[in-house]
């Protein structure tokens, strides 16, 4: 399962952007640290789904709407100093190491400082030192493997040492790019902003836009996707929907009132109105969607085993919905199912086109297919 990482300092948004996202119950307070622990979920991304009376065995169908589900981390906030240890530290930024993609959670009001109290602040100036806490903490364990291979007396040992690096969800081939380029040294600090860059990718939920859009134009000159979003008004939403106020679809630009509602609550759905026809949507899960199918370049395929009805065995429509690498084949598919189906795969069937396709068929977004194997 695909793994998102939220970033960012304390008191922007962040618990609330991960309990918008998957309405897990956790804290959310208007003081920094509010995240004592960890928090890990699961949100959904959201995609087409080709038949309207599809049977989700995970996540949910909402009017051919399929949502897919991928881990999501929300972490304590970082302040400068946090790879030493200051603030709530080095482990949080372990627990977002295996992230593929990192959400950088700003207050693009500008309304907290650095340390996440209120006052004056930079959005742009909390997205550098944020990553630039990431890339210490990364260049003292680079640092350390480093020194493995010193004391050891074999410096063509170095390479392989850096390979344990993979355990930071940093693949093999981004550590041989980035040494063929740089050599690690010293602190090692650009070492591990370059492999960053390699292995993370970034984008930045611009989020408070409810209160003010200050720093919105100056976070786009940094060259990562960004989305103005309010994460207060996302969670309403979705809350009110549970409730059966209002009937919304996570992502949409509108949303539909079904419950007499007292005269705070309509304002109150009135400001979010307003806030969704400037921005279209609360940016919310423009940020999810991004960051797996277009960061993460991942497609949505649907495995069937009746390439006619789109049914399982048991006569359910497409019941499983996989995410998978864009360069991913009808192999690889196979055996995302099942070992055996991909020990056994003889070949697949599309259900749209009918045509057969063998195993180096590169799987394309909302594909339908049918492995046949020998087991």
Known sequence: MTVLGLMGKPNVGKSSFFKAATLKDVEVANYPFTTIKPNLGVAHVKTKCPHEKCNPKRGACIKTNRFVPVEIYDVAGLVPGAHLGKGLGNQFLDDVRRSEVLIMVVDVSGTTDKEGNEGQGNAVEDVRFVLEEFDRWLAKIIKKQIGKSRHAGKSEKMEENLMDLVGLGISEHHIKDVLREITPKDDCFDFATALRQRA????????????????????????????????????ALRQASEAGFIEYIPG????????????????ALKRIQEFMDKFEGTGIQKV??????????????????????LTDTKGNILPDCFLMKKESTAKDLAYKIHTTIGDGFIRAVDAKTKRVVGADYELKHLDILRIVSKK
């Not at 509108?254 to 309509?266: A, M, P, R, Y």
């Not at 999810?288 to 009805?309: G, H, I, M, R």
Request: aromatic share 10%.
């Open 200 to 235: 993370k990718k970034v984008i930045i939920a611009a989020n408070k836009a409810d209160i003010s859009t200050k720093w919105l134009t100056e976070l786009e000159t940094l060259n990562y996707p960004v989305f103005a979003t309010s994460a207060a008004y996302e969670l």
């Open 288 to 309: 999810l969607d991004t960051s797996v199918f277009e960061l993460a370049k991942l497609v949505a395929v649907y495995p069937v085993e009746d390439e006619n009805k």
């Open 252 to 267: 949409n630009k509108n949303f539909k009132i079904i419950k007499k509602l007292d005269s705070n609550q309509t304002s």
